[in-house]
Structures are given as C-alpha cells and as structure tokens.
C-alpha cells in the first residue's frame, strides 16, 4: 500500500499541467494615460447611507425579515418558474413561499442627499440558493453611492439551485424591483422619497443575471408575456443602461427566438480564464443590440485576461463551479480579486458616468482603453465599441455575394488575397458559433519559388463607397473609419509568380498553362512570432491616397491561448481551441488620414483598403465595417491623443 502511495505521487504531479500564460504586452499597451477625467474608481463626495426593503417575514434571510425599512409585497411568477415534483416541495418547505408568492428583497446603498439620483439595479446569477449571492456586489454600491447613484442589490436566490430555463423570472422580477421603486419614490414618509430618478435606470446583472437584464429591456417595452399572452406587462420603465457581467445567451428565448435588446446603453465583460461560463457567449447579445431611434447611444464589450467568473461577486470567490472545482481549475493564474473587482469599478462606474450622469469625457476608454492605462489593472484587454450614429458598409450578414455591402452603394473587393469568403464565427468550444458572420481573409506576398526574398505587391481588401452612399450618410472630414477585427493562427502558402497566358502566335503556339491554385492556409507549427500588423488607407475621388497603421488605433494580438483546466491536455479534449476569437475594434478619425496627405479630400472620399503591407502573410477575421460621426468629445477628452 505504501508504495502504491509513493507511485501515485508523480503519477498525479505528471497529470498537472505546468502554468501557461501568455507574455503580457501590458506594459507597452498600457504605458500611457491620456483620457482627462477623473479616475471612476475614486470614491465621490456623498456620504452613503443603507437600507433594506424586503417582505419582512423571510423564513432564511434574516435581513429581510428584521431589517427591513421598507415592506414590500409579494408577486406571482409561477407561469414563469417552475419545479416540478419533490423538488419543488423541498424548495418551498426550506424557503417558507412557492414560485407564486416570490418576495422583493432588495439592499441598497444611496447617498446622503436630496437627490434625484439615477437608480441602479444589480442582480446576481445562478448559485449554490444557500449561500447568499446578493451581499456580493457591496463594494460597487458602496462606490456607487459615493458618486451619486443609487444602487440596489437585488435578492433572487429563490431561483437559484436545481433550476433552468427560469431567466424569464429573473428578467420579470426585475421589473417587479422597478415597480417599487416607483412606490418608494413617491410614498409620503419613505427615506427614499423624492431621491429616486425613474427617468435614469440602469439595470447590472452577472452571469444568468447578465441574460436576465436583457430579458428585463425586452419585457419593460411589451404589454404580454411572450409565452403565454395571459399574462399582462405594465412596465414602461425609461431604462437606459444595460451591464452584463460574464453573462449566458439563449437559456431563455422569448417565443424561441433571440432576445431583441433595443435603443439602450449596453456594456458587456467576460474574462478568458472563465470556469463557469467558458465561453464569450454574451458576445451573440452584444451583436443584437441594435439603435433604431436616432437616439444618442453606444454599446461596449471588453475581453479581461485571466479573469475568471466568480471574482466579479466577492462571495462567489475565484472556485467557478463550487469548492470541489478547485481540484479541476487552474487558478494559478488567476488576477488577484482585487484587481478583477478595481477592473469592474472602474469600467462600469464610467459607463454610468457616461450613460446616466451625461459625463462623456469618459467614451474614449470605451473606443481605446490604452487612453486610460493608469487606471486599468495591468492585464490584456479586447474591446468591442459602436455607437448610435454607426453606419455599417458591410456587417456580412445580408446576403452570398462577397462582393456586395450590407446597404446598396457598397462595393467590397479584394487584390491579391489567398483566402476571401464569409462565414460564421466560431466560439472556442466544438460546433458552437458566435451567431454572426464575418469575412475571413488571408494573404501571402511571399512569390514561391527559389529566391524566398522574392515578394508582390501588398494583397489588399477595399470598401468602395458610392458618391450617392457617401452623401446620405454625410461621410466627410467629421467622420470616422470603423471595424473590428482579429487575427487568426493561419497562415497561406506563397503566390504563385505571374505567369503568361497570352498564346504564341507562331506555329508552336499552345494553351499557356494556368496558374495553380494557392496551397491552403496552414497553420504554424510553433507560435509565430511575426508582429503583426497591415495598414488602412484612404482614397479620395481624385485618387489621393494615405495610409495609417492599425496598430496606432488599439493594439493587434495573434491569438492568446487561455488555459481553464489544471488538467495537462484538458482544454484542448474540454474545447477544441485554445483561445476564443475575440474581435478588437479600431476607430480612425478621418483627419489623422489628412496629417499624413493634406492634399486629401475628406468630403469625397472614394474608398478605404485594408493593405496588407506590415505583414508579408497571415490572416484575419473583420466585421462591422463602417463609418461614424466624430462626437465632439471624440480628442478632446483625450488632449488630442493621435
């Protein structure tokens, strides 16, 4: 037995896998700080009070039974929750109420003040019911409140345990929250009286909870329940704001279709060493969100590495998937929780900042989060930006012709190029997609042959632009180039050189043979470790031409491979991939383009190329290409930073 003990030791220490991070590039990315305002994460003036709301009879939650300064009511979801059998009897015996008398408990934190003061509400996701999810989020309220928000941690670990498909609950209860909100609001005697300001909402929910708040904006502006129009919405809420934090997609889908999410402010994180939801899966949602009515909106989404899930919740901890999942998950390289939570304080308090106190200096760490490197922990961040006045030339999402844009008047072509077709983004995980198409590009300027120096002209890939398009949209000097874009691991074979095909026209004249087709993209057998980059240029009417590099715009990773299991070989069996494809957006004001080409003619532009010139080969995936209005705030909150 003892030397059964003794073998087993290196047998298991064999099955770990050694620590994999990939080099951070943090300090050269985030080197600078040039956004001028305030740092969000510094607490505000307000003193901040607390309070409770509840129903004041709660069997297992002590605070809302005997701490309540406010009493609230019941509701009846049980037509959007349910647990059948045995199970549903536990639930209902450990907590006192069935899904038809759901309680609305609430801890708020709200400054000391007259206000009114916009109202924030965080919900938590799904969770061991026993252990109280909702305390976890204290140190945003606290930070909140010190700025001038109210915020409310929402109580709903009545849907958590051994339960799915009840996101519409949650959404719905939310709802319920606002309800009575409006109450305290207006209730002669409530503490809260007059402090509220129902015409700024924000709702903040994690992981279900991040499902849940876009199910909640769906709800607020319908008047039934999608699946069973026997139940009647009154809502109406002016809700402008939406923060999911490592949210799920699709475990609700109203009347089975996607939930549509329009005209609001959304902010979307996910961190890479995620061990419960592995994938980016809010990213489908990020992509519907759509602006329909000339309103002043944007929506963000930022990729964290080596954030995990449960650290965004300081009672969930940095053990995804419960205490046992601390023997399967690599948490080595985990961030320190304080630095994943400074991340949340920073990033969502300026997204409130910006959305519901209208101070828009803080945009530009949405656009280019270099801006703000004194701010951000030092780690690797992707960021997905588009705003209101967005107008897309070519989202890949309309039609099979590669050639055609999303509207009439875009023209795409490519020069040169190895690789050209469009297709659905995958996630990490086997036989899962992001939802969405992109193009899929690939070049090599290498010619094949003896001389391996020997290269062509830059393979390119255009959008060309209609006088009439560029009219309608007023693409000139006050505006932007806009897309989002990622490398891929791939990388193609060299061109073939040039070859004749005119016939002899001599006697000996004969069908010139064609040129081969180019080898397939392969991939590297080692990491490549070729910086890469390629340029955008511009070219007006006249045919002047300039070009910028995209690496100024935000930075051009290869692939970051991220390993969640502690397992050697466990994430590639587990995903297929080791890393996600997580598109980087880049915003080129057109006049950084006239700096380089004063001659340029920003009222007509012709075209934009995408010139493969800074890389001789490789490939990428490019999406939501198109053209934006430069917002005032656009360089002065940033002293002018290009």
Known sequence: MKRFFLLAIPLASACVAPLKLAKDDSPVVLARHLITAPDPSVRGTHAVRTLYYGSGTDKQRAVFRDSVTLKTGTVDGSKLADVPGQAGRDRTKYWGFGFNRMPINGRVWYPDGAGPFPLVLIVHGNHNMKDFSDPGYGYLGELLASRGFIMASVDENFLNGGISRENDARGWMLLQHLKQWRRFNDSTGSPLQGKVDMNRIALMGHSRGGEAVAVASAFNRLTHYPDDATVKFDFGFNIRSLVAIAPVDGQYRPSDKPTPVTNVNYFLIHGSHDGDVSTFSGLPQFERVKFTDGGDWFKS???????????????????????????????????????????????????????????????????????????????????????????????????????????????????????????????????????????????????????????????????????????????????????????????????????????????????????????????????????????????????????????????????????????????????GSLSEIVLQTYVIPFVDWQRVAPSLDLDRVAKVRFVFDRTPAGSLVVDNIGFSRLSPDFLIATGGNR
């Open 301 to 575: 989404a930022i990729y964290v590495y080596r954030a995990n899930h449960g650290q965004w919740n300081s009672v969930w901890g940095n053990k995804d998937n419960g205490p046992r999942s601390a023997r399967f998950l690599d948490l080595r390289g985990l961030l320190p929780p304080e630095a994943q939570r400074k991340f949340a304080e920073v990033t969502i308090t300026a997204f409130l900042e910006a959305t519901l106190h209208q101070k828009r200096e803080y945009l530009p760490l949405f656009r280019d989060h270099r801006v703000a490197g004194g701010w951000l922990p030092k780690t690797m961040y992707t960021t997905r930006f588009q705003e209101s006045t967005f107008q897309a030339a070519a989202d890949f999402e309309d039609d099979v012709d590669v050639t055609s844009g999303s509207v009439p008047g875009i023209t795409l072509l490519g020069d040169s190029l190895a690789t050209w077709k469009e297709a659905l983004v995958p996630f990490r995980t086997r036989n899962s997609t992001q939802f969405h198409n992109a193009a899929w590009i690939g070049w090599n300027n290498r010619i094949a042959g003896d001389d391996t120096t020997k290269m062509g002209r830059p393979a390119a890939y255009e959008v060309v632009l209609s006088d009439s398009l560029r009219l309608a949209w007023r693409v000139d000097r006050s505006s932007a180039f806009a897309f989002s874009l990622a490398p891929t691991d791939a990388k193609p074979g060299p061109r073939q050189p040039a070859r004749d095909t005119t016939a002899r026209r001599d006697s000996t004249a004969r069908r010139a043979t064609p040129a081969r087709r180019p080898p397939p993209p392969r991939r590297p057998s080692g990491p490549d470790t070729t910086v890469f980059d390629l340029s955008v240029e511009i070219v007006d009417a006249a045919g002047t031409t300039a070009r910028v590099p995209v690496s100024a715009y935000g930075p051009v990773r290869r692939p970051i491979e991220s390993y969640i299991y502690i397992r050697n070989g466990r994430d590639r069996q587990r995903f």
